[in-house]
């Protein structure tokens, strides 16, 4: 038995809703397929099937993992930690070496 998964999107009451959902042979954990309905009728407005999208489609959805941090699941999620915490480290141990450097010229003799 297959599981379906939908996001509903109501971004703007003006456009159509967005439902996105996973196929069962797609490999991204949410899924890439979406069907827009118009709001008022619930007509079927367009249909995206992730499994037959352009090259162009496939090359950005193949972003989406990258951008989350899953393509290595828990290894590339700490992987993230360190490098969102690098920034961080980098101003503490500036901070830290221009106030030594601002003693040591306060204490100097002139």
């Known amino acids: 038995m297959h599981r379906f998964e939908a996001l509903i999107s109501l971004q703007n009451r003006k456009v159509a809703l967005r ?3 996973k196929l069962p ?5 949410y899924g890439n397929s979406n069907v827009y309905l118009d709001q ?3 007509k079927v407005l367009r249909f995206n099937n992730a499994l ?7 090359v950005l959805n ?3 993992p990258l951008h989350y941090g899953t393509f290595l699941g828990l290894t590339s999620r700490i992987l993230y930690v360190f490098v969102g915490l690098t920034p961080l ?3 503490i141990t500036g901070f830290v070496m221009w106030r030594n450097l601002l003693q040591d010229l306060l204490n100097a003799p002139f």
């Open 19 to 21: 439902f996105r959902f």
């Open 25 to 29: 042979q797609e490999k991204d954990e």
């Open 62 to 64: 193949s972003f989406t």
């Open 40 to 42: 008022y009728s619930g």
């Open 52 to 58: 037959k999208s352009s090259l162009g489609d496939r």
């Open 89 to 91: 480290i980098l101003f």
